[in-house]
């Protein structure tokens, strides 16, 4: 059940949103679906637009945000890839809300199966009544064919010291490559680490390992651990026809053992 500062939220973009004779719907999707919601959640709307005023309502989406409450800052999401995304941080109560703006025609593209909170002809559902949610499951060969040039790149930050960059790279794999692979191998939607601490109880000690401190010696070894978590986990997911690229498996771990074996010898800057 959601917290009653997100029911009060979500009822009053119904109330205010549907007055606006340019707009078609309004669906929750995220956590409110699952019943997942607690005081930390933020609040995923969709908001459909008769294909008539999409280009007007794009253009009014801060004023659109602004009616909802009181709004601290808003911005689009180009940085996730979802241009059509405002995400908006309003006050009293202090509260995340991604409101993204979608034509009615492009409802039925999505990941996930939102609840319809407001439809003012039906059209919404109908497009999830005539469609499927269809949530992208990890390419293992996608990743494969770019594991090992990661590696390397990993390897080289080592050698020459860029500790930060190491620690960036490990969190660009959990996010990119560890954590869907592992979701997906629990039968749940790959969102790179999300609620990771939940579900993988057999793995999260080997994601523990691929944390480390700012220093040589400890990027080495959670750079070899996300190695190994990343082999075990291809077994586990790889398709039949997988065609693994050995030769730079080969290479990029002998580079990175070799890096790692250097530790003796080499000093931090």
Request: net charge negative.
């Amino acid at each position: 059940m959601a917290p009653d500062e997100h029911e009060r939220f979500a009822r009053g973009a119904v109330d205010a949103l549907s007055r606006d004779p340019r707009l078609a719907g309004l669906a929750l999707g995220g956590s409110w679906i699952g019943k997942r919601m607690d005081e930390f959640s933020d609040l995923d709307f969709v908001v459909a637009v008769k294909p008539a005023h999409v280009s007007a309502v794009m253009n009014d989406r801060q004023t659109i945000a602004g009616g909802l409450g009181k709004l601290l800052c808003a911005f689009t999401g180009e940085h996730v890839g979802e241009p059509r995304l405002l995400i908006c941080l309003y006050n009293d109560p202090l509260l995340h809300v991604d409101l993204k703006f979608v034509s009615v025609a492009d409802f039925a593209h999505r990941v996930e199966d939102p609840e319809v909170l407001w439809d003012r002809d039906g059209d919404l559902a109908r497009a999830l009544a005539s469609s499927r949610a269809e949530f992208p499951r990890p390419d293992v060969q996608w990743i494969e064919d770019r594991f090992w040039t990661f590696v390397h790149y990993g390897a080289t930050k080592l050698g020459r010291g860029e500790y930060f960059e190491v620690v960036g790279f490990l969190a660009f794999l959990r996010d990119r490559v560890l954590g869907p692979m592992c979701a997906a191998r629990h039968g749940l939607e790959p969102r790179g680490v999300r609620r990771l601490e939940f579900y993988a109880r057999e793995e999260r000690a080997k994601f523990e390992a691929t944390l480390c401190r700012n220093d040589r010696r400890d990027c080495g070894r959670a750079l070899v651990a996300a190695v190994a978590l990343y082999r075990e986990l291809r077994q586990a997911m790889a398709p039949p026809d997988l065609t693994p690229r050995t030769a730079a498996e080969t290479s990029a771990v002998a580079y990175l053992d070799a890096v790692v074996r250097r530790d003796g010898e080499a000093k931090d800057p």
